[in-house]
């Protein structure tokens, strides 16, 4: 497993790797350029390939990788794959940017075979750092007011400079909900650190132990 891994795709890795997951046929759906992609790709066993974004610039990357790719935007377009034909669907930092994430969440569920997993990652909205912030009279991280600047957030760090297009914040227990009630059932969770200055990391790394107050919620989910 890389080393120079983000926390959270380091823990997305490391739940299939201690569940010994295996998938001949995988999609991520978010792709961007497939570095990561790769990585599940590998850890998986997996031999086809697919990848969705909106980005056709990142999806010529997927391409000179040897991945198939679809260039569709997943809140409101179908999936071009059969139903149950896919082992495992990944979504990383994705949920939290749809318009509709409920039309996202019927599709990777018509397309993932039965027992087939789907493992995500979003932002924490409970995290520890937005409970703080919210009693201090800050706005959450994560939970983006404006499309031009960052508003209201106590610290602002190079990767949160701009609004990046949150437009849909989480909490663990409505993560929960929300893909039990489309038919998946919770199998795995862990929390992984978000951005922080360097006084704060050990911090955040302590509270990620509890996947309710961490930065990132990891969660993988079977059909």
Not at 131 to 152: D, F, H, K, M
Request: aromatic share 10%; hydrophobic share 45%; charged share 25%.
């Amino acid at each position: 497993m890389c080393a120079k891994l983000i926390p959270r795709v380091y823990e997305a890795l490391r739940i299939l790797a201690d569940m010994k997951l295996r998938a001949h046929k995988y999609l991520d759906v978010g792709c961007g350029y497939g570095d990561i992609t790769a990585e599940v790709a590998k850890t998986v066993g997996a031999r086809e390939v697919y990848g969705i974004d909106l980005d056709k610039d990142a999806l010529e990357s997927m391409k000179n990788r040897g991945f198939k790719v679809f260039n569709l935007d997943v809140s409101k377009d179908k999936i071009p794959l059969s139903d149950g034909s896919i082992e495992l669907v990944t979504a990383f930092e994705l949920i939290e940017h749809l318009l509709n994430p409920d039309h996202m969440l019927k599709e990777v569920f018509r397309i993932l075979k039965s027992g087939g997993q789907f493992l995500l990652s979003t932002p924490n909205l409970a995290s520890w750092a937005n409970r703080i912030a919210l009693l201090l009279g800050y706005q959450p991280y994560n939970a983006e007011i404006s499309t031009e600047i960052v508003a209201g957030v106590p610290w602002r760090a190079y990767s949160f400079a701009k609004p990046s297009g949150h437009i849909r914040p989480y909490t663990l227990r409505a993560l929960k909900e929300l893909l039990s009630y489309y038919g998946f059932t919770v199998v795995k969770v862990k929390g992984a650190p978000g951005v922080n200055p360097r006084c704060l990391a050990f911090i955040d790394k302590l509270f990620s132990k509890r996947a309710q107050l961490a930065r990132r919620l990891v969660v993988l989910a079977r059909k």
